[in-house]
């Protein structure tokens, strides 16, 4: 088995300076702040502990997909394609950006898979046809259900990336005609990690490896195998125009007045409240605002299997845990007394708070009257949309 030079090494000999390989962990670190074991500490120990890893092998299948998770990875820019793929992880198989097709493409896959038999990582990129075998996809007149069971048996871990890789996503959508479904319901032994969104950011992604890379362990998931990291937290709790949300402020169409000041996009069928990512802290391509809600379009819930690809694009959602906290840190007064006015202002600020969601509700419910909703009927047409709820 080929013996894998060390990340470090591999900088080194391209070249790349220390400043550089710092700003790339930097980054990692943005991208995943908090519960994963690589970030723990300064950045020069991270970096410390990744110089000091080898590269890892990736074979990348993709399957019914449209590409555009392999898009997202190449837009990074710390690193960029070139060093990412050539002196952080070992990119040994990848359909869209390898030079070889036909059979010397298969001759590399074949290869990697030997060479790294249980050591290297599996991504796979789009959704499984289940139905028909071999009539929907086939890849070197293989069925694709026949590829995903030889590749995944041999590799250490699975990362699925993306929603379709995750559970199926857009191709699952009713009627379903190949029976789509995503990796963790056919690889049932395996080590699985679902990054969904359409698309995934590729720091999260890049994480995961390379946690994987340095000590042989995966990130904390949650229910939905997803690394917890990135999908603890609702984009409402973090989202810039929650102000708005809680101030009552909604914009009702596109290119209104509410719209153009950035007021809340919960009227226009936001998923925000119901999906859990870390789009509103971690931009796209790596752009402020690039994001959905932050050029003026509402959340569709990508990362949610019950969510994305279900429920109407403009249909609003319960809102989840829109309460303000049961209590805050007690006010000193300075002299071992509680200080009266310091209570009245706790007293002040709790009562705005817990206002304002009810603020946001009646709002909402109220302007309602006068405004058109968001599929185009008044409210005099029919029962207004599902409001907020605590």
């Not at 402020?249 to 719209?259: C, I, Q, V």
Request: glycine share 12%; charged share 20%; aromatic share 6%.
């Amino acid at each position: 088995m080929r013996r894998r030079e060390t990340i470090q090494q591999a900088l080194d000999r391209s070249g790349t300076n220390r400043r550089d390989f710092l700003s790339f962990c930097g980054a990692l670190m943005v991208a995943a702040p908090a519960g994963l074991a690589l970030t723990s500490g300064s950045v020069e120990a991270m970096a410390s502990r990744l110089g000091a890893a080898r590269r890892p092998s990736v074979i990348w299948l993709h399957f019914q997909d449209c590409t555009g998770c392999s898009e997202t990875l190449l837009r990074t820019s710390q690193p960029d394609l070139e060093k990412l793929l050539f002196d952080v992880i070992s990119l040994d198989y990848h359909e869209t950006l390898m030079v070889a097709s036909g059979h010397q493409a298969e001759a590399a896959l074949a290869d990697a898979m030997r060479e790294n038999e249980g050591q290297y990582v599996l991504v796979v990129e789009g959704s499984i046809p289940t139905k028909d075998q071999g009539q929907y996809m086939k890849l070197a007149g293989k069925p694709a259900l026949q590829v995903l069971a030889e590749v995944g048996a041999k590799a250490a871990a699975v990362i699925a990336i993306g929603s379709c890789a995750s559970w199926g996503g857009i191709p699952s959508s009713g009627p379903n005609p190949t029976g789509a479904v995503g990796v963790d319901s056919l690889l049932k032994d395996k080590a699985i990690v679902n990054i969904p969104g359409c698309p995934p950011n590729p720091y999260v992604f890049l994480a995961v490896v390379l946690q994987y890379a340095t000590s042989g362990t995966l990130p904390a998931l949650d229910g939905e195998r997803r690394p917890m990291f990135a999908f603890d937290r609702l984009i409402h709790d973090h989202c810039p125009r929650r102000a708005h949300f809680d101030a009552g402020r909604f914009a009702r169409e596109f290119g209104d007045d509410g719209h153009r000041k950035g007021w809340c996009l919960y009227a226009l069928g936001c998923k925000g409240p119901s999906t859990h990512a870390a789009c509103s802290t971690r931009h796209f391509n790596d752009v402020v605002d690039c994001w959905p809600i932050g050029i003026g379009a509402p959340c569709v819930g990508c990362t949610e299997r019950n969510v994305a690809f279900k429920v109407p694009i403009f249909q609003t959602t319960p809102i989840h845990g829109a309460v303000p906290p049961a209590s805050y840190p007690p006010v000193d007064g300075g002299s071992g007394q509680i200080d009266p006015i310091a209570t009245g202002l706790v007293g002040l600020g709790l009562g705005a708070l817990a206002g304002g969601t009810y603020v946001a509700a009646k709002r909402f419910s109220r302007q309602r009257d006068d405004e058109r909703v968001p599929d185009g009927k008044s409210d005099k047409d029919g029962p207004a949309p599902e409001g907020a709820k605590r």
